[in-house]
């Protein structure tokens, strides 16, 4: 079934440790998108990607990278996590072909820093 | 800069009751526009788009060039409604989203 995944979904870990959040979609989209939200915030876009081997940073500054090595992958990454790192983060895909290029979300990571 | 605002945080409204979640925009040129919409424990999803110029589950946007506005309406709220509904721009080839309305529909 075509679909979004993020794992985890939630994630509970110490300061300076490294970690991944995973995103995958099975929509074949080329276009995918990580976004971080605060309880009653906006969607702030952190990352995006137009396709393979192409990624760019967002208009709200993030200390995470990402990778986009295969169409249907694009994980992000916090070399090493801070409390200010506390937040929700989604990840979308949309395809640019469509007219209106609505975006598809995925479940959604929740991220404790303590 | 291009955003999009919206004001109200939390609008609680009975049952049959008539709904209009305000957006603004600041875009520069013609805008596209979208309201997405989260249910209790469900995804953020498309409601509807302003090129479509559709109505969804009984929703309407309108596109206000002269007030930039899109707001959302629909003039007898469900308690089915009761969610979060963003408002949210493209620009540049990229989404901003407003900071969301939470609908409470009373019954």
């Known amino acids: 079934e075509a679909d979004i995944y993020q794992t985890p979904r939630y994630l509970v870990i110490g300061t300076g440790k490294k970690i991944t959040l995973e995103c995958s979609q099975t929509?074949?989209?080329?276009?995918m998108y990580w976004y971080q939200q605060d309880p009653g915030m906006e969607l702030h876009l952190i990352h995006y990607s137009y396709g393979v081997n192409s990624t760019e940073k967002g208009d709200l500054s993030s200390e995470s990278t990402v990778s986009r090595i295969r169409t249907e992958h694009f994980p992000l990454t916090l070399e090493s996590a801070r409390p200010s790192h506390t937040s929700q983060y989604l990840c979308a895909s949309s395809d640019s072909t469509s007219p209106g290029d609505e975006q598809f979300f995925g479940p959604g990571t929740r991220l404790t820093v303590l | 800069a291009q955003r999009v605002t919206q004001p109200e945080k939390l609008l609680s409204v009975f049952k049959g009751a008539p709904v209009e979640l305000k957006c603004n925009y600041s875009?520069?040129?013609?805008?596209?526009l979208f309201w997405y919409v989260q249910y209790s424990r469900q995804r953020l999803q498309l409601l509807l788009r302003?090129?479509s110029r559709e109505s969804i589950k009984g929703f309407t946007a309108d596109l206000n060039k002269g007030e930039t506005s899109f707001h959302l309406k629909k003039p007898f709220a469900q308690e089915e409604d009761s969610a979060m509904y963003y408002c949210?721009?493209?620009?540049?080839?990229?989404?901003?989203f407003g900071s969301g309305t939470k609908l409470n529909v009373k019954p």
């Open positions: 875009y520069s040129g013609s805008p596209e």
């Open positions: 929509m074949g989209h080329d276009k």
């Open positions: 302003h090129i």
């Open positions: 949210a721009g493209v620009g540049s080839g990229k989404f901003y």
